[in-house]
């Protein structure tokens, strides 16, 4: 920035850093067999759809990262192939479907990790107020 003074007054991003954002955000859109179309991608509640696939298509990467919790569907509430691909994206193999709708459903990992958060934090909500409690007594006993 301090070679290029002009660069903090219109735009902050350095000489061809727009051009690998472009790259990224066309990377993680999906993709039907290596092929970009827009708009394609619908939100229902907690599931993502995927709608209008093209006929024969073998492979639609999604622009979600894959998470073992991820589970893929058709129409008629088939389960379709899910798996990681090469960019670290959820892939699904539609196979023949036209509408491929995305539910996550929670690991036990996950779920694990939920139950240790919420014991720490009522641990740790139990320390404080004790010891709260014991500085009321501790100052009121002072007073007398």
């Known amino acids: 920035m301090l070679d290029r003074p002009s660069l903090a007054l219109d735009d902050y991003r350095a000489q061809g850093q727009e051009r690998n954002a472009k790259r990224i955000y066309s990377d993680s859109l999906v993709q039907f067999d290596k092929q970009i179309l ?6 229902k509640g907690q599931d993502f759809y995927i709608i209008g696939v093209p006929r024969n298509t073998r492979s639609v990467q999604t622009p979600i990262t894959y998470l073992k919790g991820f589970a893929a569907f058709d129409t008629q509430g088939k389960r379709l192939k899910a798996y990681k691909n090469k960019g670290g994206f959820l ?3 539609p196979s023949g ?11 036990l990992v996950h779920q694990i990790s939920l139950i ?8 740790l909500g139990g320390y404080w107020l004790i010891y709260f409690i014991k500085g009321i007594f501790y100052t009121s006993r002072l007073k007398h």
């Open 91 to 93: 892939s699904v193999d």
């Open 38 to 43: 827009p708009n394609r991608t619908m939100v």
């Open 116 to 123: 240790i958060f919420i014991i720490t934090w009522l641990a």
């Open 97 to 107: 479907a036209k509408t491929i709708r995305l539910t996550y459903h929670k690991t």
